[in-house]
């Protein structure tokens, strides 16, 4: 069956970078594209960006340009984000979640990480 | 971009109840609509795309409906495990694919 396995929880500090990994299993990791999605405490979903795995192409949110970036490794099928310049309202679950393309069209998230916990604090 | 605006914020039923929640679109997006539940302290799950296709596993009281601007959430006959929150997603203005502030739904 389809899985995404998540790095664990990270406290870091005003400033200072954090990479998350989401490692894929039970598909062929480079056909279909993977997402990050963070949620903040008590707060909504809110989309990052993306990477086909096959070509390494990204897309991000405005909001994160500059500060995300995207990168995987086909040879362990595990794909990375990376925040960086963290501040405290960065504190969030970050997920990863596997695009798909049904009816030929329509792309939605399928399957999801676990969830990675970040805390930035002081 | 395209904003996803959903209401109610939150809402209060009884089990067995018929439920609908709205999500507006801020431009016309044909049926590019998806919409997910997730409970506390997990993960989301889609339980719909394209507006009204029912994902594989999700139960068929779980309908959608709507094109353009304005979309459909609807529980047919609320059950215990239905009490979650939802979210509708836009996938049209892709590459950028943006959620809805979420629908809390409550047990009265």
């Known amino acids: 069956q389809v899985q995404l396995v998540q790095s664990g929880a990270e406290v870091k500090k005003p400033g200072a970078s954090v990479k998350v990994s989401c490692k894929a299993s039970g598909y062929t990791f480079v056909d279909y594209y993977i997402h990050w999605v963070r949620q903040a405490p008590g707060q909504g979903l809110e989309w990052m960006g993306w990477?086909?795995?096959?070509?390494?192409?990204?897309n991000y949110a405005q909001k994160f340009q500059g500060r995300v970036t995207v990168t995987r490794d086909t040879s362990i099928s595990t794909a990375y984000m990376e925040l960086s310049r963290l501040r405290s309202d960065d504190t969030a679950v970050y997920y990863c979640a596997r695009g798909i393309y049904s009816s030929g069209t329509y792309h939605s998230f399928d399957s999801w990480g676990q969830g990675t916990l970040v805390t930035v604090s002081s | 971009d395209i904003q996803m605006t959903q209401s109610p914020s939150s809402l209060s039923a009884s089990v067995g109840d018929r439920v609908t929640i709205t999500c507006r679109a801020s431009?016309?997006?044909?049926?590019?609509v998806n919409w997910y539940q997730q409970k506390p302290g997990k993960a989301p799950n889609l339980l719909i795309y394209g507006a009204s296709s029912l994902q594989s596993g999700v139960p068929s009281r779980f309908s959608g409906s709507g094109s353009g601007t304005d979309f459909t959430l609807t529980i047919s006959s609320l059950q215990p495990e239905d009490f979650a929150t939802y979210y509708c997603?836009?996938?049209?203005?892709?590459?950028?694919?943006?959620f809805g502030q979420g629908t809390k739904l409550e047990i009265k």
């Open positions: 431009q016309t997006i044909n049926t590019y």
């Open positions: 990477i086909n795995p096959n070509s390494g192409g990204t």
């Open positions: 997603q836009q996938s049209y203005n892709t590459p950028l694919y943006t």
